[in-house]
Nanobody, 114 residues
């Protein structure tokens, strides 16, 4: 199983980024997908999740700013991040849950700073 995340970078406050995660080795269409993040000295937290049926849920602090969506034809899950704040600075990780098993991708760094 491979989860290849990309799209991180340095952005100014108020800016936008789109993260992508391409999955292989799983049946993507039946997997629940998520984005987590971990800032230095903090625990990893769930940012957004999308079920196989398209249902979504978000961390309260990102509601209205972030959108998770998926393209099953491309085995890809995305995280559109708008109105970024310095508090969003973290390493973002892609997660797949297939048949109750968790898989993780490598992280992609997001830094929000002026």
């Amino acid at each position: 199983v491979q989860l290849q995340a990309s799209g991180g970078g340095l952005v100014q406050p108020g800016g936008s980024l789109r993260l992508s995660c391409v999955a292989s080795g799983i049946i993507f269409s039946i997997s629940n997908m998520g984005w987590y993040r971990q800032a230095p000295g903090k625990q990893r937290e769930l940012v957004a999740r999308i079920t196989s049926g398209g249902g979504t849920n978000y961390l309260d602090s990102v509601k209205g700013r972030f959108t998770i969506f998926r393209d099953n034809a491309k085995n890809t899950v995305y995280l559109q991040m708008n109105s970024l704040e310095p508090e969003d600075t973290a390493t973002y990780y892609c997660n797949a849950n297939e048949w109750m098993r968790d898989y993780w991708g490598q992280g992609t760094q997001v830094t929000v700073s002026s």
